[in-house]
């Protein structure tokens, strides 16, 4: 019986220690420290859709053991260059809707309805 105490007193001591130094190797499980209460991690125009270049000057803090650079950095490029290709799209489409628009400043005329409720010719 005596050895078998001794044996487990051992792997708990044993098992504590581990513990520890991994502890203290790996952190308390918190990834990054808490953003102050007051301040936002990054600046996007409030008053104008993002564009490309709003999330290329974006610059994120970096903490000990925070975050991958190269793979955020790649994130951010990719939505910035999707930013670019939507404001491109819309551009285009926008001129192509002023393309086809009437040149008339006249509002269109409703077709008179007869009694059977199809337009009168």
């Not at 078998?4 to 952190?27: E, I, N, R, T």
């Not at 955020?72 to 670019?84: F, I, K, P, R, S």
């Not at 285009?92 to 086809?100: K, M, N, P, V, Y």
Request: proline letters at 7%; hydrophobic letters at 45%; zero cysteines.
């Amino acid at each position: 019986m005596g050895t078998f105490l001794v044996f487990f007193l051992g792997l708990v001591m044993f098992s504590v220690l581990l513990f520890l130094v991994a502890s203290f190797a790996f952190g308390r499980g918190e990834e990054m420290a808490p953003a102050p209460p007051d301040s936002t991690p990054v600046e996007l125009p409030d008053d104008r859709p993002v564009s490309g270049d709003d999330v290329r000057a974006v610059r994120l803090s970096v903490a000990l053991r925070g975050y991958r650079m190269r793979e955020v950095d790649w994130v951010l490029e990719q939505l910035a260059g999707a930013l670019d290709d939507r404001d491109r799209e819309l551009a285009q489409l926008r001129g192509a809707a002023d393309d086809s628009a009437p040149a008339t400043d006249s509002a269109p005329v409703a077709p008179a309805y007869g009694e059977a409720g199809r337009a009168d010719a």
